[in-house]
């Protein structure tokens, strides 16, 4: 990763699953009675597309730690997805076993999101110990 320039997004396998996710999440929402769920779809869906969204951002930036910082800000989007289909398997908008579906691959996006945010604030701190296993 270099330290200046802009960093290609696209690359980042992180984001390639967060772009279905966010695809998977437009389709199952797409099935969503608008009386059922007010609002909040398209509060899951701003949240989805937030992660990728993010990702994209901090690359554009030229420095590590501005790259971190939108990785953190995934991070966060991310979270914010898994509570909006909990919530939405609870309300019963989208059915239970597909919110699971979808939980467990944002919760995959938010590990490698972790995992590469850990990686990124290691370089920044200039440790001497490995990046953590994430």
Known sequence: MASSGMRDFRRF???QRAQRLTVAIYTASARVPSRGYPGNVTQLRRAAAAVGSNIAEGCGHSSRREFARFLQMAVASAAEVENHLELAADLRAVPRAEAERLIADTIVVRR???KLLGMVRHVL???TQSPPDG
């Open 125 to 127: 701190e200039g440790s």
């Open 112 to 114: 490698m999101l972790a």
């Open 13 to 15: 396998t992180v984001w």
